[in-house]
Each structure stands twice: as structure tokens, then as C-alpha cells.
């Protein structure tokens, strides 16, 4: 069975929501970027779980010259979920903590992505945390709903 087939299979299904070979995760937010942000964050903050950044893409490509359409990154985690990975495989610190994308496309829709920890898990080739990687990824829907 491929990554794709197996993640699939353990996400929550529906027309909003698609995750690729690449393992990404890509939902369509029912709300304006800066609602979507500002949902998730609250989300996050709502569970205990740490907050780290908020990176306008947008505004360091204007700085740099370069024209973006509206791009957030959003960094949060909970070290004591998060650096079990790294106990398992330390090149999982590519993918800790969690990073969530926030986007508006060429028609104004706007998107979350992130990356599938399924797919993170065979990536990093992480088979001893089957439960961590369950409730990140219950933790991650539960956020990610707040904006459908």
C-alpha cells in the first residue's frame, strides 16, 4: 500500500481537504486570512500547546521586492509530543515543530497546509510512536476544523 493510500485512510475525508504524494495536507479555510490566522492561533493557544512564530511571507518577499500573494507560516508545538520524534530519529527536527501554512491563491480562496505526520513518520522511517503520531494528528485535525 503507498504512503498516499495508507494516509488517506486515516484522515478525515472531504471535498475541503486533500493530501498528495508530497504528504502535504491542503484544506480550504471558509474564512479571510486574517480570520483563518487568528482561529488557528486562538485554537493553539485554547489547547496549552506552545506558540513560536508567525512569519508574514508576504510582507519579507515585499521587503526583499518580490510580489506574494498574502502567505503566513504559523509555528507551534508541544515539545513534550514533539521531541519524542527526535528521540526516535533526530532528522525528524526537519519537520518539528509543526508548521502550518496559511495562503490565498490566484482566485482569493484561502488554504492551510501542513504536512500529513503519517507521512512524516515514514519519512523519517519513526516506527516505535504509532500513539504520539495519533494524537498530533488528532491535535492538528482539531485545529485545522476550526477554519472549514
Given at each position: 500500500?503507498?504512503?498516499l493510500?495508507?494516509?488517506l ?6 471535498p475541503a481537504?486533500?493530501v498528495?504524494d508530497d ?6 479555510s471558509a474564512h479571510?486570512?486574517p ?9 493553539v ?6 506558540f ?6 508576504s510582507?519579507?518577499?515585499?521587503d526583499?521586492g518580490v510580489t506574494?500573494?498574502?502567505s503566513?507560516?504559523i509555528?507551534?508545538?508541544?515539545p513534550?509530543l514533539g521531541?519524542?520524534?527526535l ?5 525528524a ?11 490565498q491563491d490566484?482566485k482569493?480562496?484561502?488554504w492551510?497546509?501542513y504536512?500529513?505526520f503519517?507521512w512524516?513518520a515514514h519519512?523519517h522511517?519513526?516506527m ?7 494524537k498530533a494528528?488528532?491535535v492538528i485535525?482539531?485545529i485545522?476544523s476550526?477554519?472549514r
Amino acid at each position: 500500500m503507498t504512503m498516499l493510500a495508507w494516509a488517506l485512510m486515516l484522515l478525515p475525508s472531504g471535498p475541503a481537504m486533500a493530501v498528495d504524494d508530497d504528504g502535504v495536507v491542503r484544506i480550504k479555510s471558509a474564512h479571510s486570512m486574517p480570520e483563518t490566522i487568528k482561529r488557528i492561533k486562538k485554537d493553539v493557544a485554547d489547547k496549552g500547546i506552545m506558540f513560536f512564530s508567525e512569519i508574514d511571507q508576504s510582507k519579507l518577499a515585499a521587503d526583499a521586492g518580490v510580489t506574494l500573494r498574502p502567505s503566513t507560516l504559523i509555528v507551534f508545538g508541544n515539545p513534550p509530543l514533539g521531541t519524542l520524534f527526535l528521540t526516535s530519529n533526530p532528522s525528524a527536527g526537519l519537520d518539528w515543530p509543526v508548521r502550518v501554512l496559511v495562503y490565498q491563491d490566484e482566485k482569493g480562496d484561502v488554504w492551510v497546509n501542513y504536512t500529513d505526520f503519517t507521512w512524516i513518520a515514514h519519512r523519517h522511517g519513526i516506527m516505535d510512536r504509532d500513539d504520539a503520531f495519533n494524537k498530533a494528528s488528532e491535535v492538528i485535525a482539531s485545529i485545522t476544523s476550526t477554519v472549514r
